[in-house]
């Protein structure tokens, strides 16, 4: 029994030994050594056989037995040390939760043990040092030295950073593991993961080969007079792009600067001029044959070498093939048979001459006629197909133009009513101021006004000078009354003025005589009611005018006639139903004048405006 309770004391001592007091890997390793002391050692309260204590007492202990002796001890050190890695393991983890694991190397930036924002920081330095590093080129005494950026290389900063943060982070516990053992052993390099935009490397690559000055020529057909040859290709030389793209992808991998000779390759013409001998034939062909040109009864002719300024011949490779695109600059060449053929061609519309019949309202007295000018784009590209295609014939194509008064269709004009009228009476005048009235009446009679547009009392009389028949008489003039040219014309413009008024017509330039006229007040009329005109100087926009506004969405008529000893002017269209009350102040001394009130066809006023006037 001695010796029994020595053995199992000394397990418990043992087992005692790798307990942890008061913890919970205590706790664990103290339930776990009675468990197993339970199953493995007699309990104390049992007590045996007097026989086989002696018997066990008088037998020494083999190696099978101390080694069984030693398994509680040796599976109780296993779990205190799994459990240990699995508390190790659990703070690496939460350590590194937000950083990229220790032994981390992306390109040549250590970021190990980093937060994913420190990492982030000192590679975009990294980064935007390396796409302002330079490759050297040289190609004898000529040097190029791009940026990475300036090549098209830019950094995947995202890309990087993510496989770097992904290393021991695997889906796969033995993948991490893994790699766990290797990040022990050896510093993890990830790559710094670059990319290439190949149209920025090809632009670059055309710089330089503009740079080099030595360019392939292809063969080029000429033209010089009658005669057509060929100029001979020429070899070049330009950049070997596939090589110094290898040169570029190497410098990457290795994040270093370089210097290095510029591969070139020779540069072939993509046109010899074996492609070239039948266009020479076709252009030479062509310069032979003239073209015959007609409209209506008239012939001109035009000769190939006239044409040849405007021929273009273009080298191009199409489908892989190299092919030569004859063609002509047709805007310069429309441009050209405009000037040469426009003035036997062109032909302006001419207005049909209306007037007012009470009985079916607009009739033309004259009709109208279209006009024609040539079609310079249609014209330009027939001569060039004919040049080129072998048509020898052409006739000159041409724009019909339209009259804006067409008599075959006066309906459009919408002209159908009596707007308003204005009449004056120019009794006692002398020869030459009647002579005067008759012409500006005259002149003024037929009068279309375009809807939106303002009728100018200057500009339907035209000029007024002695070629056109006006004659002298008295006028007003600054500060008293003289002799001039087209005295009298003022009483047309005064009519003019009062149909305006009672047509409802939005007055926009209107100017009052300087002095009162007697008579402007025959009739009836009271005094205010007349309109000043002047030419004076050689620009019209410098006269004073009389103008009104066209407020209508038709045309206007302007009838103006004279039943002696009255003008009469009447203007006809299509109104809104408006209606015009005129309210004349009298004369206080030289004071006078009148207010108009328009209103439209529900009553509403829609105009008002005072015509002033003072008389010196």
């Known amino acids: 029994m001695a010796q029994t309770s020595t053995t199992h004391e000394s397990v418990q001592a043992a087992a005692g030994r790798f307990e942890i007091a008061d913890s919970p890997l205590g706790r664990f390793t103290a339930a776990t050594a009675g468990r197993l002391r339970q199953s493995v050692l007699p309990h104390d309260d049992e007590p045996q056989p007097v026989e086989q204590v002696s018997q066990q007492a008088a037998r020494p202990r083999t190696l099978a037995q101390r080694a069984l002796r030693a398994i509680p001890l040796i599976i109780v050190a296993f779990a205190v040390l799994v459990l240990l890695v699995a508390v190790g393991l659990f703070g690496f983890r939460t350590w590194y939760a937000d950083r990229i694991y220790p032994a981390v190397i992306v390109g040549d930036v250590p970021v190990g043990g980093l937060t994913v924002t420190e990492a982030e920081t000192v590679l975009a330095a990294r980064a935007a040092a390396l796409e302002t590093g330079t490759i050297v080129f040289t190609y004898g005494d000529q040097t190029f030295a791009p940026t990475l950026a300036e090549l098209g290389v830019t950094v995947d900063l995202a890309g990087s950073l993510a496989e770097a943060r992904a290393l021991g982070r695997e889906g796969d516990a033995a993948d991490r593991l893994a790699v766990a053992h290797e990040l022990l052993h050896d510093d993890q390099v990830v790559p710094l993961r670059t990319a290439l935009d190949t149209g920025v490397l090809s632009a670059w690559f055309d710089g330089v080969d503009q740079a080099l000055g030595q360019p392939a020529v292809d063969a080029q057909v000429v033209v010089a007079g009658t005669t057509v040859t060929v100029r001979p290709e020429a070899a070049g030389l330009e950049v070997d792009r596939e090589a110094a793209t290898a040169q570029i992808v190497s410098a990457l991998a290795d994040l270093a600067p370089v210097t290095v000779a510029l591969p070139t390759e020779v540069a072939a013409p993509a046109i010899t001029a074996a492609d070239l001998a039948g266009v020479q034939a ?16 008239k012939t001109w002719r035009i000769d190939g070498p006239q044409l040849i300024p405007y021929l273009t011949i273009e080298n191009v490779v199409r489908n892989g093939e190299p092919v ?17 053929f ?16 009470n009985a079916v309202g607009l009739v033309a007295l004259e009709p109208s006629a279209d006009g024609i000018t040539v079609n310079g784009g249609t014209f330009a590209q027939a001569v060039a197909n004919g040049f080129l295609g072998g048509d020898d014939s052409i006739e000159i194509p041409v724009v019909v133009l339209h009259p804006d008064i067409d008599s075959e269709n006066l309906d459009a004009l919408g002209i159908s009513e009596l ?30 006004v375009a809807p939106g547009e303002n009728f100018s009392f200057n500009g339907a009389i035209g000029e007024i000078t002695a070629a056109r028949g006006f004659q002298e008489a008295l006028v007003v003039q600054a500060e008293g009354v003289g002799r001039d040219v087209g005295g009298g014309v003022c009483q047309v413009s005064t009519t003019a003025f009062r149909a305006a008024l009672y047509a409802g017509m939005p007055i926009t330039e209107w100017y009052q005589h300087t002095y009162r006229l007697p008579n402007y007040e025959y009739d009836g009329w009271s005094p205010g009611f007349d309109a000043s005109i002047l030419q004076s100087g050689p620009n019209p926009e410098e006269w004073a005018d009389f103008r009104f506004e066209n407020y209508t969405d038709s045309w206007l008529y302007i009838e103006a006639y004279i039943s002696y000893p009255n003008v009469f002017v009447n203007i006809y269209g299509s109104g809104d139903g408006r209606s015009v009350d005129i309210v004349a102040w009298g004369i206080d001394g030289k004071n006078t004048g009148f207010t108009r009130t328009i209103y439209d066809a529900n009553g509403g006023v829609v105009a008002e405006r005072d015509f002033a006037t003072h008389f010196k």
Do not use: C, H, I
Request: proline share 4%; hydrophobic share 40%; aromatic share 8%.
């Open 282 to 297: 076709t252009v030479q062909d062509a310069m032979s044959r003239p073209l015959r040109v007609t409209f209506e009864d």
């Open 324 to 340: 030569v695109d004859l063609a002509f600059d047709t805007p310069r060449l429309a441009e050209a048979l405009r000037a040469q």
């Open 342 to 357: 426009a003035e036997a061609v062109n032909r302006k519309p001419v207005d049909a001459q209306v007037t007012w019949d």
């Open 419 to 448: 707007l308003g009228s204005g009449d004056s009476n120019f009794a006692y005048g002398v020869a030459g101021r009647d002579e005067n009235v008759r012409l500006a009446t005259e002149y003024m009679n037929g009068t279309l």
